[in-house]
Each structure stands twice: as structure tokens, then as C-alpha cells.
């Protein structure tokens, strides 16, 4: 192979404070092939991406365009040297229509007007190239989430596009939608160009991918290899470190003849959910798993309030619950939420140590007065600080100086300090590293002993896999089907896909 | 082009037509034809003009999610320094006619270049520049009032109509229609809705966030230039008051016009609209001799109506996309995977 | 745990670099005009509109504590004056009776005003603004078919001496307090005593700075937001109206001009003083000096003979100023906190997603 990559990543590194995203990360694409670039959650592969595009500034390394040594001032400067990206995230201008958003990068204009029926001319062309069947005229907010990414493909390649990269196209579109994406991803091979995809689908990546770099805590372990000299369960064991293997998983009992102490009941709620059941027992833990935009939150949100349900029942204890808000949840069932997103909704950034833990027990230590004693507020806090190994230098410090890691243990200590009996954790381990994340895992496991119940929504198959009892699967709003976790990864996970795929093979 | 009338008659224009139409209706009933004398339709439309120019102004900003606090000291400062060049200094009225436009397009640049070097909050930042203006408008004119006799080449273009319709009204409308076209037409005026409607998305589009800010600082300030012309034209003099009752019109047009406060969209036919039901509400406020003070009420309370109105529909079609996923699980793919 | 001293910490606020400038600045308008002493003239009058001003910007800081703002302050210190005025005028009530009556007033405007945010979640900014022409609409009509000169003039017993006394009107054992002390800065001490224990000491204090730290997160923390927005605007026009109330008994009579001037100050006051205008951080004692020192300036210019506008240009000048310290402070209180720094480059749009 002595072509010219069409992008290479050479030595690649970018630190936020407090953490290394990536350290050293080498990249070669080659022109006419698929690369995947997998990891784990938080391994860096989004932070690559936005360090290929311009969106970041890499602190240390170079990248390399067809042979040239490029630095990216800004995202356009990376579309300008034919680098087409597709975010996780969806970006679409939500009051411009499909036709608009397509071609928004290059506005086709004559006499110096916008030329409306170009615009409209240029972005069906481009459409038609994907075999997309969607009318420009549209306005965006009518599309479902895989149609505005197709939409944004289609903006990525309408303009002089050599490299694309993908992150996580699949991650929540169904079965048809991807075979339709693949047929573009393959045409775009035979023409020669270089597509960096990212997906956590191995099945997927196997199938259509040349060649392969793994991720692993911002560190490139394994770098541009072709993808057929490596087997599945090597990869995974690549991805996943050797370091998590020697975690030894307790064998534990998790009670089957007591009574569950979260239930539901053919839930059918105001985000979509229809005729989801599960219970969790006192003592077990029940993973609920599925992909991205699976409802996993969402149904997390309805337990607690936020959505409402609408037929069926929640029970608490085996009585029947009515649950508005995260308050009444807490004080009168003592249920716990720890949420996905630690930034914006797990701790206050701004904010001390002391009022993020605070915060649950307020009530109860003002109860009567109305008054706050700052000293009985402290010592609670002092006793999960030390208790959850909390590294902090004051309990005066802001909660957005910590590590990732240690804000986790302050958004799980706020609930902690209310001694809740059910815990909802939401994707506990996105972007912490692993040290953190095994001290996590052990914690979990001592919860579930200590008796609390609970569900633990996790996209993280691996971590699902090491820490459930049970494996409940979501997909698309419903509870596809539930399974006795035997802690062996290759049936377990081959039943759980199985499961997600069930209902997107019946389309 | 079916699609653009049924878009048009679902939206917030159809209403606002209907209610100029049956407001005028009533209002020409109640004063016995007096609203379409020739000197009734004369003072209706020559009070237009400034409403849907600040209105629009106002719009600009809106769209980019930004707000302007100083449009109305803008505008009284640009009014002021070019009444006093022409009174005191002697400068030509063609020359003056220019200073007010100079003055808004300057005093706007420099909020949009305070917002963007600051990254302050651009509340604050036309507050500020708002509160700066109103001082400097003070020094300019203090207590007294220039005359318009200092200018009377443009007064008598206020004084100006074609067919009984004053003339400054059909140039707040020729204003508007640029405006619409700007926006529809011009490479910038939709990278301004990019901005407005999704920074993040925008800058990766290659689209620069801090340019938009400014520009639309920029043209805000130059359209309430231009309301401090026609304001310099049509007033029997200027002093300090000019500019003063501007703040409430401005965000009540393009509010009730329409245009979504989080940024990303315009209305400028919605806001000439809503400019015009709010003129309406004063005419018929002067008809039936109430206090000047009903105006206020009843726009504020419009105001807080269409928002919460607005909100209202929001929260339904959220549930109903809702209650559809949970009917047609088959059919429905998830919507928002960006968590 | 090493925490610095309370003396270091003071040094490191704005406040302390607030009571530097304070204290320059009355001595060099001592040394400069020495009839800036005179106590009945000069001090009681500054210390008059510092009492009532302060008043005026803890109720903005009210809101800003939860990352919202009341563009209606002046016109609910107006509509709660105006019901006091009522109640003293037309119903004959005693001075505490017809002051608890405006603050209710003012309570409930303010609630109604939080209610609609907090309900529709239209912004605060937008809201509020429209609250203040709806207020600026009724109050003057109210008034003049309420009242034959636009004013409520009636004075029950302690109204001119709440608004015009001082100390030298209070004599214990034959000894009289000084003239240049006012003693509306009594109940005015009194409010800021409980506005700082509120949010020092209690649980509900608390909750409104979390709210104004992050909505969502509080709300997923148990605490209901939707009740402490209402709450917050309540308690920020309950201060509206006291502020209303206490310039009514200075000057004298109730009249709907009352809160005209009060938009930008109730602003600058807290700004100044530290208060975070994304919410989540608030000082009274910040506010407390942030309006003295405009009020301090306000009054040199007046003794040097300078005009409004000049005070009026100065005040927009030291906010852009305060405000781009503000953005300093936030800055480093953010730095070392965001992995995920794309969202930099973006304007701000606090205005709008407050």
C-alpha cells in the first residue's frame, strides 16, 4: 500500500482541563476505503472527529489532507480541503427547509441573488445521488432524526467532498435506513473516496468497513489495521482493555421471592412509550439496554415525573404510584434518579461541592425552621465525600473544577445522601476513566447489597454485561424481550442484539 | 407556490389580516366614516411609519437571537444630532436627511462590536449603550424643542401624500419590502436565520456567529436611522421625548407578527401587520377618548397572550408526537436520538 | 480543609474593590466640596435614595438569583404604591395596614408575572416587559379616576416620619440620634438582613440559587422549580412595591410616576455588586454598595453642577464596564470545567434561553 492517505492523523493530541481526550492518535484513510474508528464510550472518537474538522485545535501532532500538512482554523477550512463530517448530533437549521440545508455551505446564486429554484434543483440532484426520496421543499422539522441525517450526508457531499466521516450514523436509525446508508457509504468506496465511520454495531462494522483504529482512553491502541486479520472478540478485547478483565465480578444473589419494589405495568406514556413492563426487585439490578434514542431515558423520566403516563401502572412496593415530579419521588418513595447527562443536569457547575450534595437533604435538615444549619449540612456531605472517595480540595470547591469521574460520584452522592431504597442510574461511566469507572461498578455492587433497587440504563454493552442481573432490551419505546444476564459476553450479547434487531428484521 | 398560500393562511398573517380587516371595518363604523376621511386616513397612516420601521428593526435582532434595548434612543439620538446640525450649524436638509441614517447604522455597529469583543449578554449591552444614548440625546436638545421650520424641504416630504396616503408610509413599506428581500435573497440574510436559529450548527456550516451579531446590530441601528428620519420629517419639531415610546411597539410588532423569540426566523409581513393592529387599537383608544395609558395595557396584554399562546401549541404538538409513537410504534422511527 | 481568611476572601471581591472606590470618592468630594457633609442638605437626602435604591436592586437581584430578570420593577414599585396610596387615601388605613397591603400587591403582580414564565416558559425578559406596559397602562388610569390630581396624598400618622424623619426626631432621655441619619434606612437595614438570611440560611434560599445555577439540573435534583420561579417573583415584587412605597413617604404623596428611574438602576446596583446575571450567585451587601456608589456619584455631580445626562452617560459607561468584569469572573469561574468546549464560539443568547 503505498498510495497517499487522502487523511492522516499523525501524533494527534487534545487535553480539556482535567482531561486527556486524546494522546498521540495516529489515523490513515486511504482513498477507496471504509475505516472504522471504534472505542468505548468516551474513548475519544467524537473528540477525533471534531479534532479532524476543525472544531477543536489539536494541541500537539498534524494532519495531513492528500499529502499536504493542513491546520484547520475553523470547520470551514476543513470543508474547504474536502472534509465532510456528519456529527453524532444533529445539526440542521430546524426553520430552513431539506432543499436549504443541503446546500447551505454554497449557496447556488445568480446575479448575485439566491437562485431559490437552483437551490431546489441542486439539493434533489443531490438527494436523488443518495436515492433519497424526499421532497426539497420540505421544512426540516417534519423529518424524523435518520431522514435529517441523510439530509446532512447529502450537505456533506454536496460540496467537493474526498473524506467523509460518520459518527455513529447507525446508532439510532432502523435496519432499512441503514442498508440504505451503507449503499451510499459502498458507492462512495467505488468512487474512490475515504469514509471514516463510527458505530458500536460490530456486526455492521464487519460487514462493511476495510479497514479499522480502536480507541482506547484517548490513545490509539490499534492503528489502521486492515479489518480482516482481526477477529471480533479481539477487537472487543482491544477496545475494552485488559485492565477491566481483571475486575473480578462477584457472584451474587440477587433475590427472586421478594416482592419488586419498582414495577411497571403496560406503561404506556406522553414520550411514546407503549406497554412497557419490568420489575426491580430490592437488592437486584436490572439493566435496561438499547441504542441511542432507544426511549431508555425517557422511560427514566416518566418514572419519575417528567413524562406522564397515560395507561397502565407504576407501582412502588406493589401499591399503585402517581409520581409528577423528581421531589415527590424522592419524598415519598425515597427513589433516586442519577442522570445521563452529568453536565447539564447531573451537577451544578457553578456551584459548591457542599450545595451540589446538599441539595436532597435540604428538606429534611430544615424541616420545621426553614433554616439550614451549615454545619449539619457539611458534615453530610464530608460523610459521602469520604465515603465515595469524592477527590476534592474544599467542600467549597466548584463542582466544575472536578475530573468527569468525580463530578459522577457528586451527582451519585446527591442522591446517596437521601438514602433513596430505588436508584435509577442513567449511563453512570460515559467519559470517566476506567480506574473510576471499576470504583463505580464496585459501588453499584454494594448498593444492590446494601438492598436498594436498581435500574441501570446503560448503552454500554460490556458494562451492562459485568454489572446486571437481568438485561432488560428497549428498542424503538418498547421492551423487546428480557434476559437472565449469565455474565458470559459472547451468548449475552449476541442474545441482546438479537433482541434490538427482532423488531427491525420484521420491517 | 400552493404550498406558499396554504403556509400563509395557516399562519399568524391570516389572523392579523383579518383582524386589521375587521377592525377597520368597525372602526370606520364607529367614527361614521371618519377613519377614511381623507384627513383620518391621512394621520392613520402617517403614525404607521414608525411602528413597523422600529418594528422591524427590533425583527432584525430578534432573528439572530440577540434584542435591542436602544432602538429608541438610537433613533432619538439620530434625530436630535441631525435637528441640531441643521438649526445650529446650518448643514444643508439634504445633508441632515443623511445624518440620522449615519448615526443608527454607527450606534448599532457598535452594539453588535460590544456584544461580539464582550461576549456580555446584548441585554445588557443596549441597555448600557441605551442608557449612553439617552444622555448624549439630553445634551443634544436638552429642554427645548428644534422646529421642523429648520428643515422644511423635509418636513414638506412628511407633509407629502400620493393619493391622500402619506408618502412616509409608503417608504416604511418600501423599507419592509427590502427588508423581506434581504432576508429571502441575500447570502447574509440567511446565514443571520442560521445564526439565530442554531449557532453550533451554523458554525460548523462555516457560517461566522460574531459577523451575524453584528450585522444585525448594524442594520437595527440603521432602520431606527431611518424611523428617526421619518420621525425628523413628519414631527412639527425634535426634542428629547423623540424615540422615548419606542421600546414596547418594537418587540410588541414583530411578537405579535409571529417571530419565534429563540431566534431563526423573520415575519416582516406579520410585523408590518401587527405594527398596524396595534396602530388600530390607538386610533380606536383617541375615538373613544380613553387615556393614552389603554394602549400600553392592551398591547402588553397581547403581548403576554401570543406567547403564551404560542408556548401552548408548542407543548401540544410535543405530546402529540408523542401519543404517535406510542400508537405506531412500526411506522415511527425514534425523533430525537441527540441526547 | 485550608480555607483563606474571611479578610483575604473580602479582598478578593468586587465588593471590596466597591468599597475602595466608595470611600476615594467621598474623599476627594469632601476635600474638593466640603459642604458634602452637610448632614441635613446633603447626607440624609443620599442616604434617603441609597435606602430606597437599594431596596429597588435587591428586588432585581431577586430574580437574577434565579437567572431571570423583572424589566417591570418600576412599574410593580408603582402599582404597589398605588394600592398603599388606595388604602391610605380611600379607605383610611394605618400606615402598616396600607404598607402591607401594597407589598401583598406587589406580591401578587409578581406572582402572576412568575406564574406566566413559569408556566409557559416564554422568557423572563419578554414577560416581564410586557407585565411593565400592561402595569404602565392600568396605573395611570387608575389613578386618575381614582384620584382628582393624579395623587394620592392622604398621609396616615408615621407616614411623613418613615419617609422624611431621622434620628433626630427619635430622643431617648433627653438625647436626640443625628439629623443625617434618615430612619428609613431602618426598615431598609431590616430587608437586607433578611433577603442575605434568606439565602445564606435557608432551605427555600437555597433552591433559588440552584435554580438559577441550571433549571434542569435542579429539577432533577428535587427541587420544584416551578414554584421557586413564582417565588422569586413574588418576593422581587413585594421589593418593587417597598421600594414604591418608602419614595411615596419621602416625597411625600403617591403619584404614577413612582419606579420611572427605577429600570436601570435596580440593574446596575446588583451588577455591580457581583450578582451573577446568569444566575446562581447573588449579594445583598454587593448590591448594597453597587447602588451607593452610583448614588454617591450621582450627588458629586449634582454638587459640581453637572448636568442629568452626564450622570446618565457615566452610569452606561461604569455598567459596560462592571459588566465586562462580570464576563472576566464568569470566564474563570468556567475555565477548567468544560471538556466539550464547542459551544465558545457562539453568541451569547442568554437573553433569550434565560
Redesign the interface.
Known amino acids: 500500500m503505498t498510495t497517499t492517505p487522502l487523511l492522516e492523523a499523525i501524533g494527534l493530541s487534545k487535553s480539556f482541563p482535567g482531561v486527556k481526550a486524546l494522546d498521540g492518535v495516529n489515523l490513515r484513510l486511504a482513498p477507496g476505503s471504509v475505516h472504522a474508528l471504534l472505542g468505548e464510550n468516551g474513548a475519544g472518537k467524537s473528540t477525533l472527529i471534531k479534532a479532524l474538522t476543525g472544531v477543536h485545535r489539536p494541541d500537539a501532532g498534524s494532519i495531513v489532507v492528500a499529502g499536504r500538512e493542513q491546520r484547520f482554523a475553523d470547520p470551514a477550512a476543513a470543508r474547504a480541503a474536502g472534509i465532510g463530517v456528519v456529527h453524532q448530533e444533529r445539526n440542521v437549521i430546524r426553520s430552513f427547509t431539506v432543499g436549504e440545508n443541503i446546500v447551505m455551505e454554497r449557496m447556488p446564486r445568480s446575479a448575485g441573488r439566491i437562485d431559490w429554484s437552483k437551490v431546489r434543483g441542486e439539493a434533489a440532484a443531490c438527494l436523488a445521488l443518495l436515492d433519497v426520496d424526499l421532497d426539497p421543499a420540505t421544512p426540516i422539522t417534519e423529518l424524523s432524526s435518520a431522514q435529517m441525517q441523510l439530509v446532512e450526508i447529502a450537505r456533506a457531499l454536496y460540496t467537493e467532498t474526498r473524506v467523509l466521516l460518520l459518527d455513529e450514523p447507525t446508532a439510532s436509525i432502523s435496519g432499512a435506513e441503514s442498508d440504505r446508508l451503507f449503499r451510499v457509504v459502498d458507492r462512495l468506496r467505488d468512487d474512490g473516496r475515504a469514509v471514516l465511520f463510527v458505530s458500536h454495531k460490530l456486526e455492521e462494522v464487519y460487514a462493511h468497513c476495510d479497514t479499522v483504529t480502536v480507541l482506547r482512553d484517548g490513545e490509539s491502541v490499534l492503528e489502521s489495521q486492515p479489518l480482516a486479520e482481526h477477529a471480533h472478540d479481539e477487537i472487543v478485547d482491544t477496545m475494552v482493555g485488559r485492565s477491566l478483565g481483571s475486575l473480578t465480578v462477584p457472584t451474587r444473589s440477587a433475590p427472586r421471592d421478594v416482592a419488586p419494589a419498582l414495577e411497571l405495568d403496560g406503561v404506556t406514556t406522553t414520550a411514546g412509550h407503549h406497554d412497557v413492563s419490568l420489575a426491580v426487585r430490592p437488592g437486584e439490578i436490572l439493566g435496561l439496554y438499547g441504542l441511542v434514542g432507544a426511549g431508555r431515558t425517557e422511560l427514566a423520566h416518566a418514572i419519575v415525573g417528567l413524562e406522564r403516563i397515560t395507561a397502565g401502572e407504576l407501582r412502588i412496593d406493589g401499591s399503585p404510584a402517581r409520581i409528577r415530579s423528581v421531589r415527590q419521588a424522592l419524598q415519598r418513595h425515597r427513589l433516586g434518579y442519577v442522570t445521563e447527562n452529568r453536565k447539564e443536569e447531573g451537577v451544578f457547575l457553578e456551584q459548591s461541592i457542599t450545595r451540589n450534595i446538599a441539595v436532597t437533604v435540604w428538606s429534611s435538615l430544615a424541616r420545621g425552621t426553614g433554616l439550614v444549619s451549615g454545619r449539619r449540612e457539611r458534615e453530610v456531605v464530608s460523610r459521602y465525600v469520604d465515603d465515595l472517595d469524592i477527590r476534592i480540595s474544599s467542600l467549597n470547591q466548584l463542582a466544575g473544577r472536578l475530573s468527569g469521574g468525580n463530578q459522577q460520584k457528586v451527582s451519585l452522592a446527591k442522591w446517596l445522601a437521601a438514602s433513596p431504597r430505588i436508584l435509577i442510574i442513567d449511563e453512570p461511566t460515559v467519559g470517566i476513566d476506567l480506574r473510576t469507572k471499576r470504583a463505580f461498578y464496585e459501588l453499584i455492587w454494594r448498593l444492590a447489597d446494601e438492598g436498594l433497587a436498581i435500574l441501570l440504563i446503560s448503552s454500554d454493552l460490556a458494562e451492562m454485561i459485568t454489572l446486571a442481573d437481568r438485561v432488560a432490551v428497549m428498542d424503538r419505546f418498547a421492551i423487546t424481550g428480557e434476559v437472565e444476564n449469565d455474565h458470559d459476553y459472547d451468548s449475552m450479547s449476541r442474545e441482546v442484539i438479537r433482541l434490538i434487531h427482532a423488531d427491525a428484521d420484521a420491517l | 407556490m400552493n404550498?406558499s398560500v396554504s403556509a400563509l393562511l395557516r399562519s399568524q398573517s391570516a389572523t392579523l389580516i383579518a383582524i386589521v380587516v375587521v377592525g377597520t371595518v368597525l372602526l370606520g363604523i364607529a367614527s361614521q366614516g371618519d377613519l377614511f376621511s381623507p384627513v383620518g386616513l391621512r394621520t392613520f397612516f402617517q403614525f404607521l411609519a414608525v411602528p413597523i420601521l422600529i418594528g422591524l428593526a427590533q425583527m432584525i435582532t430578534v432573528a439572530?437571537?440577540?434584542?435591542n434595548l436602544a432602538v429608541g434612543a438610537i433613533g432619538g439620538v439620530a434625530a436630535a444630532l441631525s435637528a441640531v446640525l441643521m438649526a445650529d450649524v446650518g448643514v444643508p436638509p439634504l445633508l441632515g436627511a443623511l445624518v440620522p441614517l449615519v448615526v443608527g447604522a454607527l450606534a448599532g455597529l457598535g452594539n453588535g462590536l460590544?456584544?461580539?469583543l464582550?461576549?456580555?449578554?446584548?441585554?445588557?449591552?443596549t441597555?448600557?449603550?441605551?442608557?449612553?444614548?439617552?444622555?448624549?440625546?439630553?445634551?443634544l436638545v436638552g429642554t427645548r424643542t428644534v422646529s421642523a421650520s429648520n428643515w422644511e424641504p423635509l418636513a414638506a416630504v412628511g407633509k407629502a401624500t400620493v393619493a391622500g396616503i402619506p408618502v412616509i408610509f409608503f417608504a416604511a413599506v418600501a423599507v419592509a419590502v427590502v427588508v423581506a428581500l434581504a432576508f429571502?435573497?441575500?447570502?447574509t440574510g440567511?446565514q443571520l436565520?442560521?445564526?439565530g436559529?442554531?449557532?453550533?450548527?451554523?458554525?460548523?456550516?462555516?457560517i461566522s456567529?460574531?459577523r451575524?451579531?453584528v450585522v444585525a446590530h448594524t442594520a437595527s441601528g440603521l432602520l431606527c436611522g431611518v424611523a428617526a428620519l421619518v420621525s425628523l420629517a413628519s414631527l412639527p419639531g425634535v426634542n428629547q421625548s423623540v424615540g422615548g415610546d419606542w421600546?414596547?411597539p418594537s418587540?410588541a410588532a414583530p411578537?405579535i407578527g409571529g417571530v419565534?423569540?429563540?431566534?431563526?426566523?423573520v415575519a416582516v409581513l406579520g410585523t408590518v401587520l401587527a405594527a398596524t393592529v396595534v396602530r388600530l387599537v390607538d386610533t380606536a383608544r383617541a375615538e373613544f377618548q380613553l387615556?393614552p395609558?389603554?394602549?400600553?395595557?392592551?398591547?402588553?396584554?397581547v403581548?403576554?397572550g401570543t406567547?403564551?399562546l404560542?408556548?401552548?401549541r408548542q407543548v401540544r404538538a410535543e405530546?402529540r408526537?408523542?401519543?404517535?409513537?406510542?400508537?405506531g410504534?412500526?411506522n415511527?422511527?425514534?425523533?430525537?436520538?441527540?441526547? | 480543609m485550608n480555607e483563606p481568611g474571611l479578610l483575604r476572601r473580602f479582598v478578593a471581591t468586587p465588593r471590596f474593590v466597591l468599597v475602595v472606590i466608595i470611600v476615594l470618592l467621598v474623599a476627594v468630594l469632601v476635600a474638593v466640596k466640603p459642604s458634602f457633609l452637610n448632614g441635613t442638605f446633603v447626607i440624609a437626602p443620599l442616604l434617603t435614595s441609597i435606602a430606597v435604591f437599594t431596596v429597588v436592586g435587591l428586588a432585581q437581584m431577586m430574580v437574577l438569583s434565579i437567572g431571570h430578570m423583572n424589566i417591570a420593577v418600576g412599574q410593580m414599585a408603582a402599582f404597589g404604591a398605588m394600592v398603599s396610596g388606595i388604602t391610605f387615601d380611600l379607605a383610611g388605613w394605618p400606615l402598616v395596614a396600607g404598607i402591607a397591603a401594597g407589598l401583598v400587591a406587589g406580591a401578587a403582580i409578581g406572582a402572576l408575572t412568575g406564574w406566566i414564565i413559569a408556566r409557559t416558559g416564554v422568557n423572563s425578559f419578554i414577560v416581564t416587559l410586557a407585565m411593565s406596559f400592561a402595569l404602565l397602562g392600568l396605573v395611570p388610569t387608575i389613578y386618575s379616576s381614582l384620584s382628582a390630581g393624579s395623587a394620592f396624598t392622604t398621609k396616615p400618622a408615621g407616614f411623613d416620619l418613615l419617609g422624611r424623619g431621622s434620628f433626630a426626631d427619635v430622643c431617648l432621655v433627653g438625647w436626640c440620634g443625628p439629623a443625617a441619619i434618615p430612619l428609613i434606612v431602618v426598615p431598609v437595614a431590616l430587608v437586607m438582613v433578611l433577603v442575605a438570611v434568606l439565602f445564606t440560611k435557608t432551605r427555600v434560599g437555597r433552591e433559588l440559587l440552584l435554580t438559577g445555577a441550571s433549571v434542569k439540573a435542579a429539577e432533577l435534583s428535587g427541587i420544584p422549580t416551578g414554584r421557586r420561579i413564582v417565588l422569586a417573583h413574588a418576593l422581587s415584587g413585594a421589593l418593587a412595591a417597598l421600594a414604591g412605597i418608602l419614595l411615596a413617604t419621602s416625597i411625600g404623596s403617591f403619584t404614577p410616576s413612582i419606579g420611572d428611574e427605577f429600570m436601570l438602576q435596580s440593574f446596575v446596583g446588583p451588577i455591580l455588586g457581583g450578582t451573577l446575571l446568569a444566575g446562581g450567585y447573588v449579594s445583598v451587601v454587593g448590591t448594597f454598595l453597587g447602588i451607593t456608589l452610583t448614588l454617591v456619584i450621582r450627588k458629586g455631580l449634582e454638587l459640581f453642577g453637572v448636568g442629568i445626562e452626564t450622570l446618565n452617560v457615566l452610569l452606561g459607561v461604569i455598567l459596560l464596564v462592571a459588566l465586562s468584569a462580570d464576563r472576566v469572573r464568569e470566564v474563570r469561574l468556567r475555565r477548567g470545567r468544560t471538556p466539550d468546549a464547542s459551544g465558545a464560539a457562539t453568541p451569547e443568547r442568554e437573553e433569550v434561553a434565560a
Not at chain 2, 429571502?184 to 447570502?187: A, D, H, I, P, V
Not at chain 2, 419565534?260 to 426566523?265: F, I
Not at chain 2, 395609558?293 to 396584554?301: D, L, P
Open positions: 404550498r439572530v437571537g440577540q434584542l460590544l456584544v461580539m464582550t461576549r456580555i449578554n446584548g441585554f445588557i449591552v441597555l448600557a449603550t441605551m442608557t449612553i444614548l439617552l444622555g448624549a440625546q439630553y445634551a429571502r435573497f441575500t447570502l440567511r436565520l442560521a445564526s436559529d442554531n449557532p453550533e450548527a451554523a458554525r460548523l456550516a462555516g456567529n460574531d451575524s451579531v421600546l414596547l418587540f411578537i419565534a423569540l429563540t431566534g431563526g426566523t387615556a395609558a389603554w394602549v400600553n395595557f392592551v398591547i402588553g396584554a403581548v403576554l406567547v403564551a404560542d408556548r401552548v405530546r408526537r408523542g401519543a404517535l409513537r406510542a400508537a410504534p412500526q415511527v422511527t425514534p425523533v430525537e436520538a441527540t441526547r
